[in-house]
T-cell receptor
Framework: EPEVTQTPSHQVTQMGQEVILRCVPI?????FYWYRQILGQKVEFLVS????????KSEIFDDQFSVERPDGSNFTLKIRSTKLEDSAMYFC????????????FGPGTRLTVL | KQEVTQIPAALSVPEGENLVLNCSFT??????LQWFRQDPGKGLTSLLL?????REQTSGRLNASLDKSSGRSTLYIAASQPGDSATYLC????????????FGTGTRLQVTL
């Protein structure tokens, strides 16, 4: 069964460093998302991406964050200069669109900023 | 701003019991509602999606209902098993062009032998 994959599963970085989190959405899906979950808190929406552009973003998604679909299969989230409060589990999700509305989530990348 | 709340926050039941998890949302202008399961330290597994025009959806031992006007959904789990132990999350998608999900606080379920 097709699934969303994410790499790495765990990333440790120093404060101020840049990180890139990678996702491979389900192959025929058209809509892509990043969410995050700080330990013990709710899952929060960061950004949605469709047709090679951001369609919606939350207040969390400031200038330190960017997303890219560099080729036909990968979807990346870049954090330019990490802060301690960026430590969280980051989930990628994808959706086909139209009448098929379910969002499918990847296993997550645990980001630890020291 | 949409707020999603789940009650109870935690629940422990003996194996074999039927149980109900509750989800409430403040803004009834939703397009659909999705129930997920999350195992500790893992990703989210989609269980059921209910469109706003539907009243319920069933998958195996799971049945989800939706009362959009009152801002409530329930997830019914029949004949619970230890393997059902996990955190259950509900999430709503708003009407309009936005498709982001707003998640609830989750219910942590433990099914004991």
């Amino acid at each position: 069964e097709p699934e969303v994959t994410q790499t790495p599963s765990h990333q440790v970085t120093q404060m101020g460093q840049e990180v890139i989190l990678r996702c491979v959405p389900i192959s025929n899906h058209l809509y892509f998302y990043w969410y995050r979950q700080i330990l013990g808190q709710k899952v929060e929406f960061l950004v949605s991406f469709y047709n090679n552009e951001i369609s919606e973003k939350s207040e969390i998604f400031d200038d330190q964050f960017s997303v890219e679909r560099p080729d036909g299969s990968n979807f990346t989230l870049k954090i330019r200069s990490t802060k301690l409060e960026d430590s969280a589990m980051y989930f990628c999700a994808s959706r086909y669109g139209g009448s098929v509305d379910e969002q499918f989530f990847g296993p997550g990348t645990r980001l630890t900023v020291l | 701003k949409q707020e999603v709340t789940q009650i109870p926050a935690a629940l422990s039941v003996p194996e074999g019991e039927n149980l109900v998890l509750n989800c409430s949302f403040t803004d009834s202008a939703i397009y659909n509602l999705q129930w997920f399961r999350q195992d500790p330290g893992k990703g989210l597994t989609s269980l059921l999606l209910i469109q706003s025009s539907q009243r319920e959806q069933t998958s195996g031992r799971l049945n989800a209902s939706l009362d959009k006007s009152s801002g409530r959904s329930t997830l019914y789990i029949a004949a619970s098993q230890p393997g059902d132990s996990a955190t259950y999350l509900c999430a709503v998608r708003p009407t309009g062009t936005a498709s982001k999900l707003t998640f609830g606080t989750g219910t942590r379920l433990q099914v004991t032998l």
